[in-house]
């Protein structure tokens, strides 16, 4: 019972100082590439990068402490970060403050979620969300992630669309008209260092070599080059009537929005007052409306304004009088002495400061980063956003476990541990909720870094502790030295981790496996990358189509008529050629039997046997039935009324103990007679056979002997005994 309370306390069995060692070299390998990974995740997840060290603080560590799993290294990762972005983008403007406070909540909420599917052993959940929609959702969403960080990539600055494809032109079309090539380069460099080392030696820190390498060039070629000043100095009008405009419909969604908020309090009181129908409280919800119309409208307004002011490009001159002064590039005096460099505004979310205006003459970096630990403290609840946040906490709660377990389970494969799929729930859930104390995000199980963690010989999940403990240490003292990490550096982090998502093979397995399944993977495929950035929509649509699939099938159940096969067993008539007898019709029936397939067994077995006037008796094989309900039973109770009404006998063979049971209960085994079922398709037909072809005239009874009613089709590849034998086909 303390095992299962605290797994941790196992690793000490039989614990040495050798083993102490190892995990303290895999903990601190682990923690070298976990640093920049979690800040790149963090920028993926929209928040400001250093909320991915915070991300990196606890959860590793709670994580090895009470998950099943000795080497599932936890923290940010890709897919999670996404969704995260995606989950909080419709409630509060990326990077701010609501936004953070959101995504902290967010990690509560998944937490909470996965712990109390692990307490109550509700692991089986995951079930819902089919390995076709699960390959589908995660090669668009590695396509989503890979292009949704083009923009820093080329050092471009564009205002996000509706759709992410939308915004995928924008930054193309923005690359056209400008790019900061030494912001390109130097992920460039990134690339071939990681991409290079790996292949050289996987195990050097690839990715933290590239990370000092940028950082350090960043710094000695003063990659950021930033200047701040008043709106005075800008000298080009049609740009100072932009900011202005901008302000100006940013005002109205200030005020219109204070107005929904006191007209929102009226309606709660007047629904109190009067109730929720009440005239009163409908004039109100009118008013809502039309602030909400006004709100949207006076958006989209300063959205325009705002894509104008990001793509709007400047010189920078200096005056006779000393003062900077900046023209766009098409504006500037021709006799104007310019510093050589493309300057651009730092267009934020919120109203332009036009006291403090920020130029960017060069690229972006990380920046700084608070010194010391989080602050530790319950994330702040408010129930609105909860409810609207529920949907996403479900869908990355089984997304991001299920990522996590197939880590597990691909590590324990290697090593023999026991996995309890439960008992991880708990453990990412704990993670995820005291992570969120520590102002984490949603978090979940690395592949690349659970990789290096096996790789680096880990035995317990004492190097999850070392790893947390690098990430401390790394917080404490050494944030000032990451403030030059180029951003686009953390883009290319993020694109060769995402290359490990893409799965193109998945297609085609499932399309060879089950062609609805090929069908469900690229609809979900194509449906994510079509709705993004409303990933949600992608996942449930693969869902329904699952889940309709699957009622589809057990609706219209496998039915096939049988007749002797070469190999000596009963196989389809009609797809192996073979006649079928006259007098005995042997259907299989491969389903459950109950209210929504009951019908079309009875539909099926009358239209199979219509063109075979001699007809005399109906085996149904029904070794394939595991479950019947009172609707399969009448229906059943149907048909042998209708066929003995026509001179047919029924019979039913391979009826498992539980259906032979049902059978019993209700009277149906009484009605048929106990000289009417069959262990197997083999007695009944022995038995059948004499009393049906007493008056025969058929020369070969395809039931005895085989006997082709045309030329068999060819046998499945590599199925020996599905292959009609040399000369069968001419027989």
Same mark, same amino acid.
């Given at each position: 019972?303390?095992?299962?309370?605290?797994?941790?306390?196992?690793?000490?069995?039989?614990?040495?100082?050798?083993?102490?060692?190892?995990?303290?070299?895999?903990?601190?390998?682990?923690?070298?590439?976990?640093?920049?990974?979690?800040?790149?995740?963090?920028?993926?997840?929209?928040?400001?990068?250093?909320?991915?060290?915070?991300?990196?603080?606890?959860?590793?560590?709670?994580?090895?402490?009470?998950?099943?799993?000795?080497?599932?290294?936890?923290?940010?990762?890709?897919?999670?970060?996404?969704?995260?972005?995606?989950?909080?983008?419709?409630?509060?403007?990326?990077?701010?403050?609501?936004?953070?406070?959101?995504?902290?909540?967010?990690?509560?909420?998944?937490?909470?979620?996965?712990?109390?599917?692990?307490?109550?052993?509700?692991?089986?959940?995951?079930?819902?969300?089919?390995?076709?929609?699960?390959?589908?959702?995660?090669?668009?969403?590695?396509?989503?992630?890979?292009?949704?960080?083009?923009?820093?990539?080329?050092?471009?600055?564009?205002?996000?669309?509706?759709?992410?494809?939308?915004?995928?032109?924008?930054?193309?079309?923005?690359?056209?008209?400008?790019?900061?090539?030494?912001?390109?380069?130097?992920?460039?460099?990134?690339?071939?260092?990681?991409?290079?080392?790996?292949?050289?030696?996987?195990?050097?820190?690839?990715?933290?070599?590239?990370?000092?390498?940028?950082?350090?060039?960043?710094?000695?070629?003063?990659?950021?080059?930033?200047?701040?000043?008043?709106?005075?100095?800008?000298?080009?009008?049609?740009?100072?009537?932009?900011?202005?405009?901008?302000?100006?419909?940013?005002?109205?969604?200030?005020?219109?929005?204070?107005?929904?908020?006191?007209?929102?309090?009226?309606?709660?009181?007047?629904?109190?007052?009067?109730?929720?129908?009440?005239?009163?409280?409908?004039?109100?919800?009118?008013?809502?409306?039309?602030?909400?119309?006004?709100?949207?409208?006076?958006?989209?307004?300063?959205?325009?304004?705002?894509?104008?002011?990001?793509?709007?490009?400047?010189?920078?001159?200096?005056?006779?009088?000393?003062?900077?002064?900046?023209?766009?590039?098409?504006?500037?005096?021709?006799?104007?002495?310019?510093?050589?460099?493309?300057?651009?505004?730092?267009?934020?979310?919120?109203?332009?400061?036009?006291?403090?205006?920020?130029?960017?003459?060069?690229?972006?970096?990380?920046?700084?980063?608070?010194?010391?630990?989080?602050?530790?403290?319950?994330?702040?609840?408010?129930?609105?956003?909860?409810?609207?946040?529920?949907?996403?906490?479900?869908?990355?709660?089984?997304?991001?476990?299920?990522?996590?377990?197939?880590?597990?389970?691909?590590?324990?494969?290697?090593?023999?541990?026991?996995?309890?799929?439960?008992?991880?729930?708990?453990?990412?859930?704990?993670?995820?909720?005291?992570?969120?104390?520590?102002?984490?995000?949603?978090?979940?199980?690395?592949?690349?870094?659970?990789?290096?963690?096996?790789?680096?010989?880990?035995?317990?999940?004492?190097?999850?502790?070392?790893?947390?403990?690098?990430?401390?240490?790394?917080?404490?003292?050494?944030?000032?030295?990451?403030?030059?990490?180029?951003?686009?550096?953390?883009?290319?982090?993020?694109?060769?981790?995402?290359?490990?998502?893409?799965?193109?093979?998945?297609?085609?397995?499932?399309?060879?496996?089950?062609?609805?399944?090929?069908?469900?993977?690229?609809?979900?495929?194509?449906?994510?990358?079509?709705?993004?950035?409303?990933?949600?929509?992608?996942?449930?649509?693969?869902?329904?189509?699952?889940?309709?699939?699957?009622?589809?099938?057990?609706?219209?159940?496998?039915?096939?008529?049988?007749?002797?096969?070469?190999?000596?067993?009963?196989?389809?008539?009609?797809?192996?050629?073979?006649?079928?007898?006259?007098?005995?019709?042997?259907?299989?029936?491969?389903?459950?039997?109950?209210?929504?397939?009951?019908?079309?067994?009875?539909?099926?077995?009358?239209?199979?046997?219509?063109?075979?006037?001699?007809?005399?008796?109906?085996?149904?094989?029904?070794?394939?039935?595991?479950?019947?309900?009172?609707?399969?039973?009448?229906?059943?109770?149907?048909?042998?009324?209708?066929?003995?009404?026509? !001179?047919? *006998?029924?019979?039913?063979?391979?009826?498992?103990? /539980? %259906?032979?049971? $049902?059978?019993? @209960? &209700? =009277?149906?085994? +009484?009605?048929? !007679?106990? *000289?009417?079922?069959?262990?197997?398709?083999?007695? /009944? %037909?022995?038995? $059948?056979?004499? @009393? &049906? =072809?007493?008056? +025969?005239?058929?020369?070969?009874?395809?039931?005895?002997?085989?006997?082709?009613?045309?030329?068999?089709?060819?046998?499945?590849?590599?199925?020996?005994?599905?292959?009609?034998?040399?000369?069968?086909?001419?027989?």
């Amino acid at each position: 019972m303390i095992y299962n309370f605290f797994p941790f306390l196992g690793w000490f069995k039989n614990y040495k100082f050798e083993h102490f060692r190892t995990d303290f070299i895999a903990g601190l390998t682990v923690a070298l590439v976990l640093i920049p990974q979690s800040m790149a995740y963090a920028q993926l997840a929209s928040l400001p990068a250093y909320y991915g060290l915070y991300a990196a603080f606890l959860p590793p560590m709670i994580a090895s402490l009470f998950g099943s799993s000795r080497q599932l290294a936890t923290g940010p990762v890709a897919m999670v970060s996404l969704m995260t972005s995606a989950a909080l983008e419709p409630l509060a403007t990326a990077g701010s403050a609501e936004f953070i406070a959101y995504a902290i909540l967010l990690a509560l909420l998944v937490g909470l979620f996965q712990f109390f599917l692990g307490l109550f052993r509700l692991g089986m959940v995951i079930n819902f969300i089919s390995h076709p929609v699960v390959n589908g959702f995660t090669n668009a969403g590695a396509l989503i992630i890979a292009t949704s960080q083009l923009a820093n990539l080329l050092g471009v600055s564009i205002e996000k669309a509706e759709h992410h494809y939308e915004t995928i032109w924008r930054v193309i079309d923005s690359a056209f008209t400008y790019t900061h090539f030494p912001t390109l380069l130097l992920a460039l460099l990134a690339f071939g260092i990681m991409i290079g080392l790996k292949r050289v030696n996987p195990k050097i820190p690839n990715v933290l070599v590239a990370v000092i390498v940028t950082t350090v060039i960043s710094w000695f070629i003063n990659f950021e080059h930033n200047y701040n000043s008043d709106i005075s100095a800008i000298k080009s009008p049609s740009v100072i009537h932009e900011i202005n405009e901008l302000n100006t419909y940013m005002n109205i969604v200030d005020e219109k929005s204070q107005e929904r908020l006191t007209l929102s309090g009226q309606i709660n009181e007047a629904e109190l007052e009067y109730g929720t129908s009440a005239i009163q409280v409908v004039k109100l919800r009118q008013d809502e409306t039309v602030l909400n119309l006004e709100i949207t409208k006076a958006k989209e307004v300063a959205t325009h304004h705002r894509i104008v002011l990001k793509s709007s490009l400047f010189n920078r001159v200096e005056a006779s009088s000393g003062e900077v002064e900046f023209y766009l590039r098409n504006d500037t005096p021709e006799v104007a002495e310019t510093d050589g460099r493309t300057w651009r505004l730092s267009v934020g979310s919120q109203k332009f400061d036009t006291e403090n205006v920020k130029y960017i003459g060069g690229g972006k970096v990380v920046g700084t980063i608070p010194e010391g630990l989080p602050s530790i403290g319950i994330p702040s609840m408010d129930f609105a956003v909860i409810l609207r946040l529920l949907p996403m906490v479900v869908i990355i709660s089984l997304i991001g476990f299920m990522e996590a377990i197939a880590i597990a389970k691909a590590m324990a494969a290697k090593t023999g541990q026991r996995l309890d799929p439960n008992q991880e729930l708990i453990g990412q859930g704990l993670s995820n909720i005291i992570g969120s104390f520590g102002r984490s995000y949603p978090v979940s199980g690395s592949f690349s870094r659970s990789a290096v963690n096996i790789q680096a010989g880990a035995i317990t999940g004492m190097s999850g502790l070392f790893t947390s403990c690098m990430v401390i240490i790394t917080l404490m003292f050494f944030t000032p030295l990451m403030y030059n990490l180029p951003q686009s550096v953390l883009a290319a982090i993020i694109m060769v981790a995402v290359l490990g998502l893409l799965n193109i093979s998945g297609f085609i397995h499932s399309w060879q496996a089950k062609k609805f399944d090929g069908i469900i993977t690229l609809i979900t495929f194509a449906g994510t990358l079509f709705f993004a950035p409303h990933l949600e929509r992608g996942i449930i649509i693969g869902v329904i189509l699952t889940l309709l699939e699957s009622l589809f099938q057990h609706m219209r159940p496998d039915i096939k008529v049988l007749s002797k096969h070469w190999d000596g067993s009963y196989k389809d008539a009609r797809k192996w050629g073979l006649a079928e007898c006259k007098h005995i019709g042997v259907i299989r029936f491969n389903g459950s039997l109950f209210f929504a397939s009951a019908s079309y067994l009875e539909d099926q077995v009358l239209e199979e046997l219509a063109d075979i006037p001699e007809l005399e008796h109906i085996i149904i094989v029904a070794n394939g039935i595991n479950e019947l309900d009172a609707t399969g039973v009448e229906s059943l109770f149907t048909l042998v009324k209708r066929l003995r009404e026509s !001179g047919i *006998e029924v019979s039913i063979s391979g009826l498992n103990d /539980a %259906i032979m049971e $049902v059978f019993q @209960r &209700t =009277h149906l085994y +009484d009605v048929m !007679g106990e *000289e009417h079922f069959f262990r197997n398709v083999e007695t /009944a %037909i022995k038995t $059948v056979y004499p @009393r &049906t =072809h007493e008056q +025969d005239d058929e020369a070969k009874c395809p039931l005895i002997e085989v006997v082709y009613k045309g030329l068999p089709q060819a046998g499945i590849p590599g199925q020996n005994d599905e292959t009609e034998p040399p000369g069968k086909a001419k027989e």
